[in-house]
């Protein structure tokens, strides 16, 4: 069941929404390469939301921080 599933049952709109995916990597990309290397994560999200990723519902916004030597991540935030 997806997260706008369950919180439609319970009575909470969770669309629109602000989706932010952050990067944190030693070594930064250059804007256009962030966006293309968040493809899958951004698929992902959508479908644990419910929705399509192109639909409108969702603004997503893209970030990177430096990380440690060896330290990959990423951060999902969402704003409702």
Do not use: C
């Not at 629109?16 to 070594?27: E, F, G, I, M, S």
């Not at 256009?32 to 639909?55: E, T």
């Not at 990380?67 to 991540?73: D, I, R, S, T």
């Amino acid at each position: 069941m997806s997260l706008a599933a369950v919180a439609q049952s319970s009575g909470v709109e969770m669309l629109p929404a602000t989706v932010v995916l952050t990067r944190v990597a030693p070594r930064k990309l250059d804007g256009d390469n962030l966006q293309s290397g968040f493809k899958a994560v951004r698929d992902g999200v959508a479908d644990w939301l419910g929705v399509d990723d192109g639909n409108g519902l969702i603004d997503w916004q893209y970030a990177q921080r430096s990380g440690k030597a060896g330290e990959y991540a990423v951060e999902i935030e969402v704003i409702t």
